[in-house]
Protein backbone atom coordinates (compact mmCIF):
# COMPACT_ATOMS: atom_id res chain seq x y z
CA UNK A 1 0.00 0.00 0.00
CA UNK A 2 1.14 3.86 -0.13
CA UNK A 3 2.96 4.89 2.54
CA UNK A 4 4.41 8.44 2.77
CA UNK A 5 6.47 9.51 6.02
CA UNK A 6 7.55 13.33 6.53
CA UNK A 7 10.64 13.99 8.74
CA UNK A 8 12.87 17.06 9.12
CA UNK A 9 10.14 19.43 11.24
CA UNK A 10 11.46 21.20 13.95
CA UNK A 11 11.57 24.81 15.80
CA UNK A 12 13.53 27.39 14.37
CA UNK A 13 14.01 31.17 14.67
CA UNK A 14 12.55 33.45 11.97
CA UNK A 15 15.73 33.72 9.36
CA UNK A 16 16.46 30.27 9.43
CA UNK A 17 16.16 27.13 7.38
CA UNK A 18 15.20 23.16 7.35
CA UNK A 19 14.92 20.63 4.92
CA UNK A 20 12.02 18.42 4.99
CA UNK A 21 12.03 15.03 3.82
CA UNK A 22 9.47 12.21 2.07
CA UNK A 23 10.18 9.08 2.20
CA UNK A 24 7.72 7.32 -0.61
CA UNK A 25 6.80 3.32 -0.67
CA UNK A 26 3.82 1.06 -2.22
CA UNK A 27 3.28 2.69 -5.83
CA UNK A 28 5.97 3.46 -8.58
CA UNK A 29 7.72 6.85 -7.48
CA UNK A 30 9.37 7.40 -10.31
CA UNK A 31 6.43 8.01 -12.16
CA UNK A 32 4.37 10.44 -9.90
CA UNK A 33 4.28 13.84 -9.42
CA UNK A 34 4.42 14.92 -5.73
CA UNK A 35 3.35 17.53 -3.85
CA UNK A 36 3.81 19.52 -0.60
CA UNK A 37 1.26 21.05 1.53
CA UNK A 38 0.92 22.54 4.96
CA UNK A 39 -1.56 23.16 7.97
CA UNK A 40 -1.60 25.62 10.03
CA UNK A 41 -3.85 25.54 13.43
CA UNK A 42 -7.15 26.63 12.93
CA UNK A 43 -6.73 27.29 8.85
CA UNK A 44 -7.19 24.77 6.06
CA UNK A 45 -4.90 22.39 4.43
CA UNK A 46 -2.67 24.91 1.74
CA UNK A 47 -1.03 23.92 -1.60
CA UNK A 48 2.82 24.66 -1.00
CA UNK A 49 4.64 22.99 -4.05
CA UNK A 50 4.53 20.46 -6.75
CA UNK A 51 7.35 18.52 -8.68
CA UNK A 52 7.05 16.13 -11.96
CA UNK A 53 7.66 13.01 -11.83
CA UNK A 54 11.22 13.70 -13.86
CA UNK A 55 11.84 16.63 -11.19
CA UNK A 56 12.03 18.74 -14.66
CA UNK A 57 9.35 20.91 -13.70
CA UNK A 58 8.23 22.87 -10.54
CA UNK A 59 5.74 25.03 -9.46
CA UNK A 60 4.91 26.89 -6.15
CA UNK A 61 2.62 28.71 -3.66
CA UNK A 62 3.27 32.90 -4.26
CA UNK A 63 3.50 32.73 -0.11
CA UNK A 64 6.83 30.63 -0.80
CA UNK A 65 8.33 31.33 -3.84
CA UNK A 66 11.76 32.75 -3.65
CA UNK A 67 12.23 30.94 -0.40
CA UNK A 68 11.30 27.38 -0.65
CA UNK A 69 12.70 24.75 -3.35
CA UNK A 70 11.09 21.11 -3.29
CA UNK A 71 12.99 18.70 -5.84
CA UNK A 72 13.28 14.80 -5.78
CA UNK A 73 16.04 11.57 -6.01
CA UNK A 74 14.21 8.56 -7.80
CA UNK A 75 16.89 6.30 -6.44
CA UNK A 76 15.83 7.00 -3.29
CA UNK A 77 11.74 6.86 -3.53
CA UNK A 78 12.11 10.51 -1.70
CA UNK A 79 10.90 14.29 -1.94
CA UNK A 80 12.23 17.17 -0.29
CA UNK A 81 11.27 20.83 0.80
CA UNK A 82 14.39 22.83 1.44
CA UNK A 83 13.07 25.77 3.47
CA UNK A 84 15.39 29.39 3.85
CA UNK A 85 14.16 32.65 5.18
CA UNK A 86 11.38 30.92 7.48
CA UNK A 87 8.67 33.05 8.69
CA UNK A 88 6.43 32.61 12.21
CA UNK A 89 3.79 32.56 9.51
CA UNK A 90 5.27 29.60 8.09
CA UNK A 91 4.16 27.56 11.22
CA UNK A 92 2.20 24.21 9.98
CA UNK A 93 2.17 20.91 9.92
CA UNK A 94 3.53 19.83 6.68
CA UNK A 95 2.65 16.85 4.80
CA UNK A 96 3.81 14.76 1.44
CA UNK A 97 0.72 13.85 -0.94
CA UNK A 98 0.43 11.53 -4.39
CA UNK A 99 -1.97 10.79 -6.82
CA UNK A 100 -2.65 7.69 -7.76
CA UNK A 101 -5.48 7.14 -10.15
CA UNK A 102 -7.83 8.71 -8.43
CA UNK A 103 -6.81 8.43 -4.73
CA UNK A 104 -5.41 11.02 -2.85
CA UNK A 105 -2.34 9.81 -0.30
CA UNK A 106 -0.76 12.00 2.78
CA UNK A 107 1.77 11.28 5.05
CA UNK A 108 1.09 11.94 8.77
CA UNK A 109 3.20 14.94 8.78
CA UNK A 110 5.96 16.90 10.32
CA UNK A 111 5.83 20.36 12.43
CA UNK A 112 7.39 22.97 11.60
CA UNK A 113 7.54 25.91 14.36
CA UNK A 114 8.78 28.92 13.54
CA UNK A 115 10.20 31.50 16.67
CA UNK A 116 12.17 33.38 18.38
Known amino acids: QVQLVESGGDLVQPGGSLRLSCAASGFTFRNSAMRWYRQAPGKEREFVAR????????NYADSVKGRFTISRDNAKNTVYLQMNGLKPEDTAVYYC?????????WGQGTQVTVSS
Open 97 to 105: NTIQWTDNY
Open 51 to 58: ITSAGDST
